[in-house]
């Protein structure tokens, strides 16, 4: 008989950084960047202000150079910067044609979250920086349904620098996709007791209606289409 062929068992499987790191709990709000654009320094521009050894950490990232191969005192700390340098890249990232597809994908899966009001339906959220600088705030969860922040569930996220995911980034998602802009509920909960309205909160709301009302009208008296209408980020283009 012939040589047979026998499959290479002894060949050990190797994980990637990047794969390594969106596999720890408390990540899970992040997309993989492609490696072409970690490489290109035209895409990290002023980040070697935010982050010391940027060729180095570049290589780690993206599995040129193993962290291993460095001295056992300076790991990590370069295990550290690799991962801050990641969440700045993925801020400028997640605004890119390719990095929003990607987000896409995540929103509609919901892996962000739903909005914990009740009239949002469980609308999903996305992830949003109050700071662009890192170390500043955490990540927070824009609806837009109702066009209000919440705080992440889990404590892991909650630790999550905000500057990972920008200040403009749910603007620039509904941007590139408008039909994921959801219709702005108008239900407000009205406290009763018996099925009978409390007399100062009915009253609240009646000048809350009446507000509303005049609004509406002020609009449509401008030419400004109110019903049915759109909500979440509109930019103005003129």
């Known amino acids: 008989m012939g040589d047979e062929y026998v499959a290479d068992t002894s060949s050990e499987f190797t994980e990637y950084w990047i794969d390594l790191f969106l596999g720890i709990k408390g990540n899970e709000y992040f997309c993989d960047i492609d490696d072409e654009y970690i490489?290109?320094?035209?895409?990290?521009?002023?980040?070697?202000?935010?982050?010391?050894?940027?060729?180095?950490?570049?290589?780690?990232?993206?599995?040129?150079?193993?962290?291993?191969?460095?001295?056992?005192?300076?790991?990590?700390?370069?295990?550290?910067?690799?991962?801050?340098?990641?969440?700045?890249?993925?801020?400028?990232?997640?605004?890119?044609?390719?990095?929003?597809?990607?987000?896409?994908?995540?929103?509609?899966?919901?892996?962000?979250?739903?909005?914990?009001?009740?009239?949002?339906?469980?609308?999903?959220?996305?992830?949003?920086?109050?700071?662009?600088?890192?170390?500043?705030?955490?990540?927070?969860l824009y609806?837009?349904?109702?066009?209000?922040?919440?705080?992440?569930?889990?404590?892991?996220?909650?630790?999550?620098?905000?500057?990972?995911?920008?200040?403009?980034?749910?603007?620039m998602f509904f941007q590139n996709f408008p039909q994921a802009i959801p219709i702005h509920s108008k239900q407000m909960y009205v406290p009763r007791v018996f099925g009978f309205k409390l007399h100062e909160y009915s009253k609240l709301n009646r000048w809350r209606e009446l507000q509303r009302q005049k609004l509406e009208k002020r609009l449509q008296d401008n030419g400004i289409e109110v019903n049915n209408v759109n909500g979440g980020f509109i930019c103005d283009r003129k």
């Open 143 to 171: 609806c837009a349904k109702c066009e209000d922040l919440f705080n992440p569930k889990s404590g892991r996220h909650a630790v999550v620098d905000g500057a990972y995911f920008g200040t403009s980034f749910p603007a």
């Open 39 to 140: 490489r290109d320094r035209f895409n990290l521009t002023g980040l070697n202000q935010e982050v010391s050894k940027l060729s180095v950490l570049i290589d780690i990232i993206t599995d040129i150079n193993d962290i291993e191969n460095h001295p056992v005192e300076a790991r990590e700390q370069l295990e550290q910067n690799a991962r801050m340098l990641y969440g700045l890249i993925h801020a400028r990232y997640i605004l890119t044609s390719r990095g929003l597809n990607k987000m896409f994908e995540k929103y509609r899966q919901g892996d962000f979250g739903y909005c914990p009001r009740v009239h949002c339906q469980l609308h999903p959220l996305l992830p949003i920086g109050l700071n662009d600088q890192p170390k500043v705030a955490p990540v927070k």
